[in-house]
């Protein structure tokens, strides 16, 4: 069974209510129909019954709940809540209405921060910035973590590199989404979730590997000191978590390599977490894979968020997001 219906069979298992905000756009109604068919998940979609009637007639959305943001009786709740969470940002009653009703993404994190949603999946019509920055605003982290990271969750067809699945090797790579820029604690940190999302994805003991240009001291420079930093940092922090570095992609995946230029390492040639050093490098290398070796990419998926939020790629076809609000739900239900 292909990775993704493995996860679609634990969504149904303990449903969870997901929001998919984008009622502008058809796609949305199409997974909608298949999700609902598969009992996947409850969902809400948030638009106007003129949006609605337009852009999701001929589809068979029976058991969906629909919410229109400028009459459902939760409103008012949903403005107070925004306005208390955004106060030191001086957020008035008036522009909280305002942002909510412009943007349903904002509609869609204030009904899950209300505990009217356990999640929620946009960005087929809207930019990851535009999908990501309510979540981080209004969700924030859970306790403990400093920054949201995304990861993909990547399946190699016919591959004997990363975590042997069905013949195919699976692995996480991040953070391939949302930061910027990278200081060696939010590398260790990103290192950790990662850890904690191949667990719970995939079923089995990370990996991780931090990669570089160079492996353990082969080359000299501030950006490999940044990562060997962040390898120090990970090991006093999580010392439970197998976690190596800084390690080549080679060293990293293939056995050999990992032998001959790191002896003796746990991880080294056996990696199944691969944690980038920069976005540039996560973001091109998730897709050099997905591209070149036909590999299922099943992302960005949200880490560290204190609810499961989820962004799609404006590209996506129905089935993606049905993959990916499958994947939300699961991270609900161990919210
Ligand atoms: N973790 C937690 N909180 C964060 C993070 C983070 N990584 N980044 C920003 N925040 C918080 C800020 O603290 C701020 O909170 P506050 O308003 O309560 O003070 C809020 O989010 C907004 O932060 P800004 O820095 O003002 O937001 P900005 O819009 O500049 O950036 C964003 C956030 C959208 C994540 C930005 O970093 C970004 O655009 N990242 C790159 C996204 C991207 O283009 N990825 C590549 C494409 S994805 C793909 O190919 C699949």
Redesign the pocket.
């Known amino acids: 069974m292909a990775f993704i219906d493995k996860i679609k069979e634990r969504a149904k298992a303990d449903k969870k209510t997901i929001v998919l905000p984008e009622s502008m756009d058809k796609r949305t109604y199409e997974a909608a129909e298949t999700i609902l068919k598969e009992g996947i998940a409850n969902l809400v979609i948030i638009g106007t019954p003129e949006e609605i009637a337009k852009n999701g007639a001929g589809f068979d959305l029976t058991g969906c709940k629909f919410v229109d943001p400028f009459t459902d009786p939760n409103r008012q709740k949903y403005i107070d809540k925004f306005v208390e969470l955004r106060a030191k940002?001086g957020l008035t009653p008036e522009q909280a209405e305002e942002q909510m009703t412009k943007d349903y993404m904002y509609y869609a994190c204030l009904m899950c921060k209300c505990g009217d949603a356990d999640g929620a999946v946009s960005g087929a019509c809207h930019s990851?910035?535009n999908t990501?920055?309510p979540a981080?605003?209004l969700l924030k982290?859970k306790p403990g973590i400093h920054?949201?990271?995304g990861f993909f969750l990547m399946e190699v067809p016919n591959c004997e590199f990363g975590e042997q699945i069905d013949g195919n090797g699976l692995f996480v790579f991040a953070d391939?989404?949302?930061?910027?820029d990278f200081d060696s604690e939010k590398l260790a940190e990103i290192a950790y979730l990662s850890a904690n999302s191949f667990r719970q994805f995939v079923g089995a003991e990370p990996k991780v590997a931090m990669l570089s240009y160079s492996s353990k001291g082969s080359a000299k420079h501030d950006d490999v000191t940044k990562v060997a930093e962040a390898v120090k940092i990970a090991h006093e922090q999580h010392p439970e978590i197998q976690l190596d570095g800084e390690l080549q992609l080679d060293a990293a995946i293939v056995p050999s390599v990992g032998a001959s230029k790191a002896p003796g390492s746990s991880v080294a040639g056996q990696a199944n977490v691969l944690v980038f050093p920069s976005l540039e490098a996560g973001?091109i290398g998730y897709k050099l894979v997905q591209r070149l070796a036909k590999a299922g990419a099943y992302g960005?998926v949200l880490q560290?968020l204190s609810m499961p939020v989820n962004d799609l790629?404006r590209g996506c076809f129905a089935d993606d997001i049905v993959g990916v609000v499958a994947m939300t739900a699961v991270q609900a239900q161990n919210a």
């Not at 391939?176 to 910027?180: D, R, S, Y």
């Open positions: 940002k990851t910035g990501i920055r981080l605003q982290t920054s949201v990271s391939c989404a949302v930061n910027t973001n960005p560290g790629s």
